[in-house]
């Protein structure tokens, strides 16, 4: 059982810069994919970024690839998301989420366990 947290949002402007953070408790093994969810109003859950627990394998959607990065901290049992030059579509609800299984990394079905969300609210 993995339990998820996240923390660090709050409210930006356009082209400034926001960190969150996801602390999980259970300790995820090295099988985990780590994943970052967003939602904004009316719309469903969609993939922002993942991460392979064990390392080395990181994933982007293509909205924010050259903007955010994903990381994570075995020893901490942490995960960030550094989100750099933020703009009015980047705000929305974001989900720390893990998954058990690295097939499907983009799809929010594939994760199991899943963070209460946090607001990112970005404003010109």
């Known amino acids: 059982q993995v339990q998820l947290h996240e923390a660090g949002g709050g409210t930006a402007q356009v082209g400034d810069s926001l960190r969150l953070l996801c602390s999980a408790s259970g300790r995820p093994s090295g099988r985990f994919v780590m994943g970052w969810f967003r939602q904004s109003k009316e719309k469903e859950h969609s993939f922002v970024a993942a991460?392979?627990?064990?390392?080395?394998?990181?994933y982007y959607s293509s909205s924010i690839k050259g903007r955010f990065i994903i990381s994570r901290s075995v020893a901490k049992n942490m995960m960030y998301l550094e989100m750099n030059n933020l703009n009015i579509e980047d705000t929305a609800v974001y989900y720390c989420?893990?998954?058990?299984?690295?097939?499907?990394?983009?799809?929010?079905?594939?994760?199991?366990?899943w963070g209460q969300g946090i607001q990112v609210t970005v404003s010109s």
């Open positions: 989420a893990a998954s058990t299984t690295s097939a499907d990394y983009h799809s929010p079905s594939a994760y199991a366990y």
């Open positions: 991460i392979m627990w064990s390392g080395g394998a990181e």
